[in-house]
């Protein structure tokens, strides 16, 4: 059984990915913070779950030797801090960047470490729009994620050569889920849809790879 690893999984769009990787054959890990929050969908998809902070490095390397050899990895994780440049909290900045950017390439390492001498894995980050254009009173985000995009587009000229793809999903609008429900005006991205085009990532012919692909919705607000 093929095994994958997601790590920042939650009840939006890495439910929608565990549950899609579940029903094509994976054995499905899930790794956040809080785990006891991932017990229901671990006994619907049956996964397990891990505790991790993922810009821990220590917790990083204990997480991918529990989780066993992934063949595919999705880094999801996400830190925003709102405000002004300058009254924006030093602290949370760094949060931000440790979360989105710097905990990724701890992903990308350990599981670079495991892929290459197989020759063959896939690594997903998940990224946003502010990842491509920064917006007014979100500098912390978008430099996290800015980063996260250097890393992808970084291992990606690396690893594709090596047999292991890596491929960067700007995330190009809101989600869909229980805190933010559609209006009926297709606004939002349905996070079954994203998991889908995932799945179309992970089975990309590595004749033509991409390392980067951007979903949004129909229906635009910015």
């Given at each position: 059984?093929?095994?994958?690893?997601?790590?920042?999984?939650?009840?939006?769009?890495?439910?929608?990915?565990?549950?899609?990787?579940?029903?094509?054959?994976?054995?499905?890990?899930?790794?956040?913070?809080?785990?006891?929050?991932?017990?229901?969908?671990?006994?619907?998809?049956?996964?397990?779950?891990?505790?991790?902070?993922?810009?821990?490095?220590?917790?990083?390397?204990?997480?991918?030797?529990?989780?066993?050899?992934?063949?595919?990895?999705?880094?999801?994780?996400?830190?925003?801090?709102?405000?002004?440049?300058?009254?924006?909290?030093?602290?949370?900045?760094?949060?931000?960047?440790?979360?989105?950017?710097?905990?990724?390439?701890?992903?990308?390492?350990?599981?670079?470490?495991?892929?290459?001498?197989?020759?063959?894995?896939?690594?997903?980050?998940?990224?946003?729009?502010?990842?491509?254009k920064?917006?007014?009173?979100?500098?912390?985000f978008?430099?996290?994620?800015?980063?996260?995009?250097?890393?992808?587009?970084?291992?990606?000229?690396?690893?594709?050569?090596?047999?292991?793809?890596?491929?960067?999903?700007v995330?190009?609008?809101?989600?869909?889920?229980?805190r933010?429900?559609?209006?009926?005006?297709?606004?939002?991205?349905?996070?079954?849809?994203?998991?889908?085009?995932?799945?179309?990532?992970?089975?990309?012919?590595?004749?033509?790879?991409?390392?980067?692909?951007?979903?949004?919705?129909?229906?635009?607000?910015?």
């Amino acid at each position: 059984m093929p095994q994958a690893l997601i790590i920042g999984a939650g009840d939006g769009l890495s439910a929608s990915l565990a549950r899609r990787l579940a029903r094509e054959g994976y054995g499905v890990a899930l790794a956040a913070r809080n785990p006891a929050k991932l017990a229901a969908l671990a006994a619907e998809t049956g996964a397990t779950t891990h505790a991790c902070d993922a810009a821990d490095a220590a917790q990083v390397a204990a997480l991918f030797a529990a989780a066993g050899e992934a063949e595919v990895v999705v880094y999801n994780p996400s830190y925003r801090t709102r405000g002004p440049v300058a009254e924006l909290d030093p602290a949370e900045v760094q949060k931000s960047l440790q979360v989105c950017a710097f905990g990724g390439f701890l992903a990308v390492r350990e599981a670079a470490r495991r892929m290459l001498p197989r020759g063959r894995g896939t690594i997903l980050l998940t990224g946003a729009s502010a990842g491509v254009k920064g917006y007014p009173l979100s500098a912390a985000f978008a430099m996290g994620k800015f980063a996260l995009r250097g890393l992808a587009q970084s291992a990606a000229r690396e690893l594709h050569p090596k047999g292991v793809h890596v491929a960067h999903v700007v995330i190009d609008g809101g989600i869909r889920g229980a805190r933010r429900p559609e209006k009926g005006d297709d606004t939002l991205l349905d996070p079954d849809a994203i998991a889908e085009t995932y799945l179309q990532l992970i089975r990309q012919p590595r004749s033509a790879w991409s390392w980067e692909i951007a979903v949004r919705p129909w229906m635009e607000q910015f």
